[in-house]
């Protein structure tokens, strides 16, 4: 780790956020370009940044990282606004995987159809706000934030290494409370377990990994026990909403009998689908547990 070890928390947070607005700008001009996975990856990086703000909020002064943390979350969701159609046209066209009949396949050319048309207005949307003057202040912001941050007077003068480890304890209480919140399994409660574990992942290897690697293996082991925790909350989400997504349009549409009873069978094999993931929660959990607690 070299130099990393002996590092004030101001200077490596500093050090991460450069990096991190570097990463940002360069993914938003691949939005701009249509890349393939361009949107997905700008939102990354925007969550990255927030859960950098968030876990390690101690080292700034007060109230200084609130404002850009909140017009962030803002650019986070227009991300999401044009990736979440773009996610469902996808997971819809795979189910053509299967043989299917021809009135099925129809209905489900046509639900995707419905969603690659939301994702093409919502791309003109997010293009239109990246024009906009509040767009480039934003980013202007940042830029100023991470290249001379308010930081806390006496706080961001400690040794990092100490400094992140407590701040991530913190987080791993944080994401347990949240687990034992989302014990009944209720949809929206396993979404915000998703958050937290999302943001402890993110705030881990923000400082485990190139170019801040402060910390060693054991928080990168932490990073990747979230991910896979991260990764199940995140397939069951899917499966459900891809569920709710068929059976909405089974409310909503005149199918045919055949078409009707294979767009029913797709969504109940996804429901299954999602359950067998939360089978593979806890141990996720536990993962993070042991390595942190």
Do not use: C, W
């Not at 409660?189 to 998703?194: G, I, S």
């Amino acid at each position: 780790m070299g130099d990393d070890a002996a590092a004030t928390a101001g200077d490596a947070i500093a050090r991460v956020l450069v990096f991190l607005d570097a990463e940002l700008r360069e993914q938003l001009a691949a939005v701009r370009r249509d890349d393939p996975d361009a949107v997905h990856q700008a939102r990354i990086r925007v969550r990255r940044i927030r859960s950098v703000l968030a876990v390690y909020r101690r080292f700034f002064a007060r109230g200084q990282s609130e404002d850009l943390r909140r017009d962030l979350r803002a650019l986070g969701a227009a991300l999401g606004t044009a990736r979440d159609p773009e996610v469902r046209a996808k997971t819809t066209e795979d189910l053509l995987l299967a043989h299917t009949a021809p009135a099925v396949i129809d209905a489900i050319e046509s639900l995707a159809g419905q969603s690659r048309d939301e994702h093409g207005q919502a791309r003109e949307d997010l293009l239109h706000l990246f024009d906009s003057v509040e767009h480039a202040a934003l980013l202007d912001r940042l830029t100023m934030f991470a290249v001379d941050p308010p930081l806390h007077r006496h706080r961001a003068e400690r040794p990092a290494r100490r400094s992140f480890r407590k701040a991530l304890r913190r987080e791993v209480r944080r994401v347990d409370e949240r687990a034992r919140a989302a014990a009944d399994l209720q949809l929206e409660a396993l979404h915000e377990l998703r958050k937290k574990v999302r943001r402890l992942r993110y705030a881990a290897d923000a400082v485990s990994s190139e170019p801040v690697a402060v910390l060693g293996i054991r928080t990168q082991r932490l990073a990747n026990a979230a991910e896979t925790a991260q990764d199940v909350l995140g397939s069951h989400r899917d499966e459900i909403l891809l569920a709710r997504h068929l059976r909405h349009a089974l409310a909503g549409h005149r199918l045919g009998r055949s078409a009707a009873t294979g767009v029913g069978i797709f969504a109940a094999r996804s429901e299954k689908q999602a359950n067998r993931q939360l089978d593979r929660l806890d141990v996720a959990l536990d993962g993070i547990r042991e390595l942190y607690a």
